[in-house]
């Protein structure tokens, strides 16, 4: 078992993938702890997938899943997750949105024994460098009051792309999510919660990517539709059939 698992989803990111791969690594060498990288290619339709074989067969410490499909972020997450081998778990998005110093900042929650620890651009001391449009702020945000008030989730931010787990937690929630796109980040908060996890957040700097690949107005109908599977899955005792049966929800 090493260290530290990071796992990074990506779709479509030839554009930024040697370069921030070449940060991240260079970052974590730092650390000075035993990691893996876990690249998961979502069925990219770029060059993204030969290149990420380019650096598997050059680099240290970097492994790669591939889907030949896109099915969807929350699928690409899960599967790095299940694959990870570290002690701690964390995922974060390839544009580097959230600058890749606070993956110690969460290391450092995830040591102090929170079992899940997520970032949040919405604490006092967050900061937002590099804003979203306008419209993509407000359904950002009408996103995020249902699902705290639909969900019961109690955190500030819920799709800020860093989070980590202690790996006992990370399977346990995982092995139960079902939400394969961009609602799987109120899921995974919610099945947290059900299990009895505490979640810590810590503030982080966000630099938004105006190359984004989320078509807003899409995604904002279909995360609306996956949160009232959440809510079916709960009710139908979907969620209590699987995960390993160390904790019931």
Known sequence: ??????????????????????????????????????????????NTASIIEEIVRDTQRVRFLN???????????KSGVLDATGKYIVSTDADLAVPVHFISR??????????????SRHLPQSS?????????????GVFRRLAQLSLGLRVSDITCGLKGFEKEAALDIFSRSRIERW????????????LGYAIGEIPVEWYHS???????????????????????YYLTNTYKQCGDGKKRI
């Open 1 to 46: 078992m090493c260290y530290l698992s990071l796992v990074i989803p990506l779709y479509n990111e030839e554009s930024c993938l040697n370069k921030n791969l070449e940060t991240i690594k260079a970052y974590l060498d730092t650390l000075k702890k035993d990691y893996e990288i876990i690249l998961v290619n979502d069925g990219s339709t770029d």
């Open 183 to 194: 609602g799987y980040d109120a899921e995974i908060i919610f099945l947290a919660q059900k």
């Open 106 to 119: 969460c290391l450092k929650r995830l040591e102090r024994g929170i079992p899940m620890v997520i970032g």
């Open 67 to 77: 889907s030949l499909l896109n099915k969807g972020k929350g699928h690409a997450v």
């Open 210 to 232: 105006f190359d984004s690949k989320v078509k807003v107005a899409s995604a904002s109908v279909r995360t609306l539709t996956e949160m009232l599977q959440i809510q079916y």
């Open 128 to 140: 937002l460098r590099v804003r979203e449009h306008l419209v993509r702020q407000f359904l950002g």
